[in-house]
């Protein structure tokens, strides 16, 4: 599509599913799902162990700190695909190493089995991990993308500000909190910049077992194991996998429903989903 910028969310390319992209690109339509507060408890408090530990914490990579991205979500600068159509990333990862000698890595923690059940064997890999290692792979090039090239732009900060401001508040910020705002975004995507991108990679991580803590009272303390494996680096993969998407995206009609997807048994195609009420809606981006 003429003049046509595509966001490209790093989540949406893990978690693939062709209709449901289609649907909230076009039409705002979305499985949202339901939060689950307990699971961004354990996520945070995986973030602090590696932190706290940096790349001491994980064998055979380089020395360097491990930098929370936090939760403000960010845009890449504007890239053309392979047929010449422009596209951002825009995401929040989990992890961005910065070595010791000035160069990149982007690590994401995935809480999910890795090992076979009673066993030390961290080498196993069943079809089950290679598939996720897999599904997972694209969405560690969209943060490496994304990392490398944060749009710092006063102006284009400003409208993300705005969106933003708007959509938590409900009506629209004063030009003083638009400078504010901005001036905040401005100073951390230039300390979240990466350049020379040169690991990817995922932790797994699992509980083992539980027993109550040694101070007793109401308390239980669980072990969790976990396990790095480095995804091999390839952009121009990556730039096909994007330029597949957009073409995706850029027909008339929206892919078939699957019978399954990243969300897991998603309720846009077993309940929500009528085609010719469909074809009656009209489409937020036209093709």
Request: charged share 35%; hydrophobic share 30%; glycine share 6%.
């Given at each position: 599509?003429?003049?046509?910028?595509?966001?490209?969310?790093?989540?949406?390319?893990?978690?693939?599913?062709?209709?449901?992209?289609?649907?909230?690109?076009?039409?705002?339509?979305?499985?949202?799902?339901?939060?689950?507060?307990?699971?961004?408890?354990?996520?945070?408090?995986?973030?602090?162990?590696?932190?706290?530990?940096?790349?001491?914490?994980?064998?055979?990579?380089?020395?360097?700190?491990?930098?929370?991205?936090?939760?403000?979500?960010?845009?890449?600068?504007?890239?053309?695909?392979?047929?010449?159509?422009?596209?951002?990333?825009?995401?929040?990862?989990?992890?961005?190493?910065?070595?010791?000698?000035?160069?990149?890595?982007?690590?994401?923690?995935?809480?999910?089995?890795?090992?076979?059940?009673?066993?030390?064997?961290?080498?196993?890999?069943?079809?089950?991990?290679?598939?996720?290692?897999?599904?997972?792979?694209?969405?560690?090039?969209?943060?490496?993308?994304?990392?490398?090239?944060l749009d710092?732009?006063?102006?284009?900060?400003?409208?993300?500000?705005?969106?933003?401001?708007?959509?938590?508040?409900?009506?629209?910020?004063?030009?003083?909190?638009?400078?504010?705002?901005?001036?905040?975004?401005?100073?951390?995507?230039?300390?979240?910049?990466?350049?020379?991108?040169?690991?990817?990679?995922?932790?797994?991580?699992?509980?083992?077992?539980?027993?109550?803590?040694?101070?007793?009272?109401?308390?239980?303390?669980?072990?969790?194991?976990?396990?790095?494996?480095?995804?091999?680096?390839?952009?121009?993969?990556?730039?096909?996998?994007?330029?597949?998407?957009?073409?995706?995206?850029?027909?008339?009609?929206?892919?078939?429903?699957?019978?399954?997807?990243?969300?897991?048994?998603?309720?846009?195609?077993?309940?929500?989903?009528?085609?010719?009420?469909?074809?009656k809606s009209?489409?937020?981006?036209?093709?």
């Amino acid at each position: 599509m003429k003049n046509k910028v595509y966001i490209i969310s790093p989540s949406a390319l893990s978690y693939k599913c062709n209709h449901c992209e289609y649907l909230k690109h076009h039409y705002n339509l979305e499985n949202r799902g339901v939060p689950v507060g307990v699971t961004q408890t354990l996520d945070n408090k995986e973030k602090e162990f590696f932190i706290k530990r940096g790349t001491k914490a994980i064998d055979d990579i380089p020395k360097g700190k491990i930098i929370d991205p936090g939760s403000r979500t960010f845009s890449s600068i504007k890239f053309p695909d392979l047929k010449g159509r422009e596209f951002r990333i825009r995401g929040k990862g989990d992890g961005i190493i910065k070595f010791d000698d000035g160069s990149s890595g982007i690590i994401d923690y995935k809480t999910s089995k890795f090992k076979k059940n009673d066993t030390k064997d961290y080498s196993f890999k069943d079809k089950d991990l290679d598939k996720k290692i897999t599904e997972y792979t694209p969405q560690l090039h969209a943060y490496a993308m994304l990392y490398e090239n944060l749009d710092t732009n006063k102006d284009f900060l400003g409208e993300e500000y705005k969106t933003w401001y708007k959509k938590l508040f409900k009506k629209n910020p004063s030009l003083s909190k638009i400078h504010e705002g901005v001036s905040k975004l401005e100073l951390k995507a230039k300390n979240l910049k990466t350049k020379n991108t040169k690991l990817l990679g995922l932790v797994f991580v699992y509980p083992e077992y539980s027993a109550p803590l040694t101070n007793g009272g109401d308390q239980i303390g669980v072990s969790f194991s976990y396990r790095f494996y480095k995804i091999p680096i390839d952009m121009q993969r990556f730039l096909k996998m994007i330029t597949d998407h957009i073409d995706m995206l850029e027909k008339n009609d929206p892919p078939e429903p699957p019978s399954d997807c990243g969300a897991k048994k998603c309720g846009m195609h077993r309940f929500f989903y009528d085609k010719k009420k469909l074809k009656k809606s009209k489409k937020k981006n036209k093709i």
